[in-house]
């Protein structure tokens, strides 16, 4: 299968109230709809297909943005940061999920040695970064919107847990490979939860870190309905909660994950604050593989199974690829890239940033 980049092709355009322009780290389709996420933020933002008004192949505005409270009940303030790293569309439901890592201050411009050391000492945990969650998405006069419930029967809900953690931290505390992680903020290759993909009962979450000895980590999780929240669910046939599977990513950790089918297609770059290689892997029947696991392994470490695809441009300190989707039915075969800290290049305007064509060709 042979890829092709088009750089700057796609034109995102931001009400002056929407900050997510500058931190975009998750994208998802709803028809012709874009949602996307930013990790600054405690909400999500829709922005409507547009004609073409430049020389970019497609235009996206007039957003709309959806603060997370009016969902969900939140572990914490709705106006801290939920740090949502990934999106992902499926079953009716919008899914999120945010890094579930500490963070540490870094030290600032200006400011006094003494107070940057200061800063640098500083690690801290919000509850809204520990949220997965899944918001039903209806249709409405102007599109689509989200809503508490449906008259199907789908509601919102988040994993159990509080201000201090989750179902999913807490197990993971637990865990002989990444439980001494949770404690170390995630921009020192501690715990950072980056990609989302969920397809049918499974959930994929992908770890920007930490990377273990060169091999990234993907969690598989089930989940249920209890009381209006969702709970961990055992996975297939085992009384298991979480799956670990270990990548060969060429020691990149994963920044995002989208299905195509059966394959899986992962977006992957450093761990840490670094500016590194950032590239596009497929993995082909990814689905099928996974299905035939060992009901009973709770571990797995594959020597062989994602193919890089292509590498992705990126600046020192800015052009940081964070999100990756397909574009709706009948361009299935493109894929839309969005960059955090977007480079001058990349802005329009203040409000405007561009965003990068991936072609996938049959040979």
């Known amino acids: 299968m042979k890829t092709q980049l088009e750089p700057h092709a796609v034109r995102l355009e931001f009400d002056e109230e929407l900050l997510v322009h500058a931190n975009l780290s998750g994208a998802a389709f709803v028809g012709n709809e874009l949602w ?70 870094a030290p600032r411009a200006g400011y006094s040695e003494k107070k940057n050391l200061e800063r640098l000492a500083t690690v801290s945990s919000d509850g809204n970064r520990c949220l997965l969650a899944r918001i039903p998405v209806i249709a409405v006069q102007d599109g689509n ?43 020192d290759n501690g715990f950072d939860i980056e990609g989302l993909a969920v397809c049918d009962e499974r959930i994929l979450l992908g770890l920007r870190g930490p990377v273990l000895r060169g091999w990234a980590g ?9 009381k209006g929240e969702l709970r961990l669910d055992d996975i297939a046939q085992s009384d298991e909660k979480l799956r670990k599977h270990f990548l060969n990513l060429a020691g990149l950790g994963i920044r995002d994950l989208h299905w195509s089918g059966d394959d899986l297609i992962i977006l992957a770059g450093p761990t840490m604050a ?24 709770s571990e797995v470490l594959w020597e ?9 441009p990126y600046g020192a300190g800015q052009d940081r690829a964070e999100a990756i989707t397909a574009l709706p039915s009948g361009q299935e075969q493109q894929w839309l890239v969005l960059y955090d800290a977007p480079s001058a290049q990349r802005k329009l305007s203040e409000q405007t940033v561009l965003g990068d064509l991936i072609t996938f060709k049959q040979d």
């Open 218 to 226: 993907l969690l598989e999780i089930r989940s249920r309905e209890q």
């Open 145 to 187: 919107t989200l809503s508490k419930h449906t008259p199907e029967g789908l509601s919102a809900a988040r994993l159990r847990g509080n201000t201090l953690e989750n179902d999913l931290s807490k197990l993971l505390k637990k865990d002989r490979h990444y439980g001494a992680y949770l404690a170390i903020p995630g921009k």
């Open 304 to 312: 062989t199974g994602p193919i890089e695809m292509l590498s992705l």
């Open 36 to 105: 996307v996420a930013g990790d600054e933020a405690c909400g999500l933002d829709r922005l409507q297909a547009l004609p073409q008004l430049g020389a970019e192949q497609l235009r996206f505005g007039q957003g709309i943005h959806f603060p997370l409270a009016d969902y969900l009940d939140l572990p914490d303030a709705a106006d801290i940061e939920a740090d949502i790293e990934g999106l992902d569309f499926h079953g009716g439901y919008l899914w999120l999920v945010g890094s579930h890592g500490l963070k540490r201050k």
């Open 274 to 297: 670094l500016d590194g290689a950032i590239r596009v892997f497929r993995w082909p029947d990814a689905a099928q593989a996974m299905a035939n696991v060992d009901p009973s392994a």
